[in-house]
């Protein structure tokens, strides 16, 4: 007999990561305990900001066509794919990213009374991370007067476009940082790069080039954002080329487990994820243009096929009948948290070269970033795949016009990004509109993907003075009132 459940509602189906307080946490208020070292704050700041990427953000997994409910459950008007938002939806989101970026901001103030330059370093690079997906979700939102206290206890929202201009030129100085020969950082506190300190200025300047891209379609902005990658080649630190993943010691223990497998599975290695299945666009995509990751991504059924559901559609089929997710993404309870793939970083590098931004080959960067998602899937090698014959979507060197190769680019790096960092691939979709079709849903109250997320509930609560001055108000902005760097 099919199992009905009503799905959740979008306001309440955010996943937020657990705050276990038994592991890695070292205070229960670091930012009032005056004896937490940088060292020690930064390991489990980190640790939450991994735990965001894919798990808080299962609903656009679901928008971006990479996730689709199961159909043992029923349909809600205040579903995902239903692109319901209110007030509660991006709340606990805000409030965690929140209190993530107090962490960071402790750990840069204590580690600049004790000069301790890694740190520095590391915490002005993690937070330009955290503002700027802030920025991404919610658009205008609390900079120059966050993170203040009491000193500021309604800080003014700040213009999207001037915090990102900020944020660039934080990361450029924490690339100066790393630099130092007196930057050190402790191979075992340090969760991320493990006190590498090449490693670490590689990541700030590829997240420093994704900000840059993101802003391509506003108008006017291409000399400042020739001027910013111009500091980017001076700095010689290059970009990554190894994905960029967080492993603080990750096991099959309570509050140990990496996050993307306890979202799926618990302690005595029961599977516990009834909910999310395979979006059968992507197998479809995929199968169509003989792109073997979907088998990675997706775990086939009992026959040896894989099946996936449609967002918002009926008829899907329920429990077993459909797929889960496969061995190239829910890898191991011990695998890496990851916060940037090489393959967004190559992908990121062919979108400059092609615009004019770096010198280079786009070509050998679309295809070493092709390759490394396959890498990271286990999907062997990318070659045949990239060499079809006239297929504009995964060969580069079919394409012809700027247009052409821009969407093979981003349709690559779209296939890369599921599962792992679907905010990427939102972000992509609200900038340039590509891939051009990826589906909406059915179910959905208007016929296209949000554009954001609502302000909080808190903030109206708290902070109702400035949150008014950003001129928003009834329940259908989230379509309307675009990120500064949309078109």
């Not at 979507?393 to 981003?410: D, S």
Request: aromatic share 12%; net charge neutral; charged share 15%.
């Amino acid at each position: 007999m099919k199992k009905i459940l009503m799905i959740f509602t979008l306001a309440a189906s955010v996943v937020l990561p657990s705050c276990n307080k038994d592991y890695f946490d070292i205070n229960k208020n670091p930012n009032s305990a005056d004896n937490a070292s940088a060292e020690l704050v930064i390991s489990n700041a980190i640790k939450t900001t991994a735990a965001f990427q894919t798990v808080t953000f299962a609903t656009q997994n679901e928008w971006m066509g990479y996730w689709a409910p199961s159909g043992s459950y029923a349909q809600s008007a205040t579903d995902g794919a239903s692109y319901y938002e209110n007030d509660l939806t991006g709340d606990g989101i805000w409030t965690a990213y929140y209190r993530n970026l107090e962490d960071y901001d402790y750990v840069e103030k204590s580690a600049t009374a004790s000069s301790q330059f890694y740190y520095i370093a590391a915490a002005k690079t993690m937070k330009a991370l955290a503002f700027s997906q802030l920025v991404d979700l919610f658009n205008n939102v609390p900079y120059s007067q966050a993170l203040q206290g009491t000193a500021a206890l309604t800080p003014k929202y700040d213009a999207g476009i001037d915090i990102y201009t900020a944020l660039s030129t934080e990361l450029g100085t924490a690339v100066t940082l790393f630099q130092r020969a007196d930057a050190i950082g402790s191979p075992t506190q340090d969760v991320f790069f493990h006190g590498d300190n090449a490693k670490f200025a590689k990541f700030a300047n590829s997240l420093r080039l994704r900000l840059l891209m993101r802003q391509t379609e506003i108008a006017g902005r291409s000399a400042y954002i020739q001027t910013e990658m111009n500091k980017i080649v001076a700095n010689g630190a290059g970009f990554i080329t190894a994905d960029a993943g967080v492993n603080p010691g990750y096991s099959n223990s309570t509050g140990k487990l990496n996050p993307f497998w306890g979202f799926c599975y618990n302690t005595a290695g029961t599977f516990t994820q009834d909910f999310w299945r395979a979006a059968q666009y992507q197998i479809t995509w995929q199968s169509a243009n003989n792109d073997p990751r979907y088998k990675r991504q997706y775990a086939p059924i009992g026959n040896g096929t894989w099946v996936g559901t449609v967002a918002g559609g009926v008829g899907n089929p329920v429990g077993s009948l459909s797929s889960t997710f496969g061995v190239g993404t829910l890898k191991s309870v011990a695998q890496d948290a990851i916060i940037m793939t090489a393959a967004e970083s190559y992908l990121l590098q062919a979108e400059a070269i092609l615009r004019g931004y770096l010198a280079g080959s786009a070509q050998t960067m679309f295809d070493n970033g092709v390759q490394a998602s396959f890498t990271y899937l286990g999907s062997g090698s990318s070659a045949a795949y990239t060499s079809q014959g006239g297929n504009k979507q995964t060969n580069y060197a079919a394409c012809a016009t700027f247009a052409e190769r821009l969407a093979c680019i981003i349709r690559q790096r779209y296939v890369s990004h599921n599962s792992i960092t679907p905010l990427e691939a939102w972000a992509d979709y609200r900038r340039l509109h590509l891939p051009a079709d990826v589906p909406i849903s059915p179910s959905g109250i208007q016929p296209s993907i949000p554009f954001r997320f609502q302000y909080p509930m808190s903030e109206a609560q708290t902070n109702s003075g400035n949150l008014a001055a950003q001129g928003l108000s009834g329940s259908t902005y989230h379509w309307s009132a675009k990120i500064f760097w949309m078109p």
